[in-house]
Antibody
């Protein structure tokens, strides 16, 4: 079964750091672009960033709201994706989803994890 | 704050058709593919439409997408109670160099 499972969410104070993980199963992570998307409580979806594949030099793009604070990385040998979040703010409180972004769906996100909750409180 | 605007709500009775609009600009919808996602409360979104009007396998043909200029639409025909969910449009924005989502539309089946 094709699946993504996020972990690493939790409570953190403003200015703190957290690292989210996204474990893939049922497919080879290295074959795909991967995105992170978040959803604040009661709000809509917000794109966080994207990490491309090795043939695309592992390039990244980030939303302006997280650029310079968040870093997406991958370990293809572990079939895992990561989101390192630094200098966290209260407005980063959200459910964070990782999503597969295949070329065969023209980079629509077809497989999503269940989400992991990050709460930044003061 | 979102660059894509959707109506906050839409509704219909079972069997009716509902259309959700998504308004953007030349830097996003007009020059890139549009996607639509369906989300039920407390669950992850699901890809409903890609490449403006294509359905992934398993998505009923009651769902259809279209795009014209700087706007896109999702139509749901033969509305069913299980269609009651939030719907989001999405695309790439060349000016922002990032993916953008619409504000979201809550569909209610009366």
């Amino acid at each position: 079964e094709v699946q993504l499972v996020e972990s690493g969410g939790g409570l953190v104070q403003p200015g703190g750091s957290l690292r989210l993980s996204c474990a893939a199963s049922g497919f080879t992570l290295s074959d795909f672009y991967m995105d992170w998307v978040r959803q604040a409580p009661g709000k809509g979806l917000e794109w966080v960033g994207r990490l491309r594949r090795k043939p695309n030099s592992y390039t990244t793009d980030y939303a302006a709201s997280v650029k310079g604070r968040f870093t997406i990385s991958r370990d293809d040998s572990q079939n895992s994706l990561y989101l390192q979040m630094n200098s966290l703010k209260t407005e980063d409180t959200a459910v964070y989803y990782c999503a597969r972004t295949p070329e065969f769906y023209y980079y629509g996100m077809d497989v999503w994890g269940q989400g992991t909750t990050v709460t930044v409180f003061s | 704050q979102s660059v894509l605007t959707q109506p906050p709500s839409a509704s219909g009775t079972p069997g009716q058709s509902v259309t959700i609009s998504c308004s953007g600009s030349s830097s996003n919808i007009e020059s890139n593919y549009v996607y639509w996602y369906q989300q039920f409360p407390g669950t992850a979104p699901k890809l409903l439409i890609y490449r403006n009007n294509q359905r992934p396998s398993g998505v009923p043909d009651r769902f259809s997408g279209s795009k014209s200029g700087t706007s896109a639409s999702l139509a749901i025909s033969g509305l069913r109670s299980e269609d009651e969910a939030d719907y989001y449009c999405a695309t790439w924005d060349d000016r922002l160099s990032g993916r953008v989502f619409g504000t979201g539309t809550k569909v209610t089946v009366l």
